[in-house]
T-cell receptor, first 118, second 113 residues
Framework: GAVVSQHPSRVICKSGTSVKIECRSL??????MFWYRQFPKQSLMLMAT?????????EQGVEKDKFLINHASLTLSTLTVTSAHPEDSSFYIC??????????????FGSGTQLSVL | SQQGEEDPQALSIQEGENATMNCSYK?????LQWYRQNSGRGLVHLIL?????REKHSGRLRVTLDTSKKSSSLLITASRAADTASYFC?????????????FGSGTKLNVKP
């Protein structure tokens, strides 16, 4: 199946700093990627849809100035948590669809990034 | 969750037993999918059922869909310790030219050896 790589897997930062998370589709092109946030023992919350070459679409209640998304190429989307605070600590996961072949309707996920803000 | 609830929230069974998880959703869908997540990892796709299908099988997995009740169930037969994970249902909401995927609240399955 298609492979999505996400880095870093874990990051610890001080309050007020910005953190960038990368999501790469390794063997396919992804015009659209999805960013999710997951709190402990809870479900995935869709934060935004990243669109190659255009602005991301944010879900209601998600601050676009806080969570900057850039999708500059067909294989890379980045999520930057700006001026991070302890309440931003969470597990962030990206995903993408491989539009080739018959598996186009399912999502392929990165391995996630555990962000801890001190 | 953004889309719906799953029950039970947690399920603990013995190896060899069957595990049934249920999912309810809120909106009209094109398809419903089930994913598995091992602790601290990304999700892996298990099975997809379309809105015009009522039941689907894949190996030890059986999925049912009732669009009138907006609900689905996932049955894992002859469970193994390796099946221990969290299971989520996901529905797609077609918006403009692309799909958005929303996940249920998940069921944490523990299969005891």
């Amino acid at each position: 199946g298609a492979v999505v790589s996400q880095h870093p897997s874990r990051v610890i930062c001080k309050s007020g700093t910005s953190v960038k998370i990368e999501c790469r589709s390794l063997d396919f092109q992804a015009t659209t990627m999805f960013w999710y946030r997951q709190f402990p023992k809870q479900s995935l919350m869709l934060m935004a849809t990243s669109n190659e070459g255009s602005k991301a679409t944010y879900e209601q209640g998600v601050e676009k100035d806080k969570f900057l998304i850039n999708h500059a190429s067909l294989t890379l989307s980045t999520l930057t948590v700006t001026s991070a605070h302890p309440e931003d600590s969470s597990f962030y996961i990206c995903s993408a669809r491989d539009l080739r072949g018959q598996g186009r309707e399912k999502l392929f996920f990165g391995s996630g990034t555990q962000l801890s803000v001190l | 969750s953004q889309q719906g609830e799953e029950d039970p929230q947690a399920l603990s069974i013995q190896e060899g037993e069957n595990a049934t998880m249920n999912c309810s959703y809120k909106t009209s869908i094109n398809n419903l999918q089930w994913y598995r997540q091992n602790s601290g990892r990304g999700l892996v796709h298990l099975i997809l059922i379309r809105s015009n299908e009522r039941e689907k099988h894949s190996g030890r997995l059986r999925v049912t869909l009732d669009t009138s009740k907006k609900s689905s169930s996932l049955l894992i037969t002859a469970s193994r310790a390796a099946d221990t994970a969290s299971y989520f249902c996901a529905t797609d909401a077609r918006l403009y030219n692309f799909n958005k995927f929303y996940f249920g609240s998940g069921t944490k399955l523990n299969v005891k050896p």
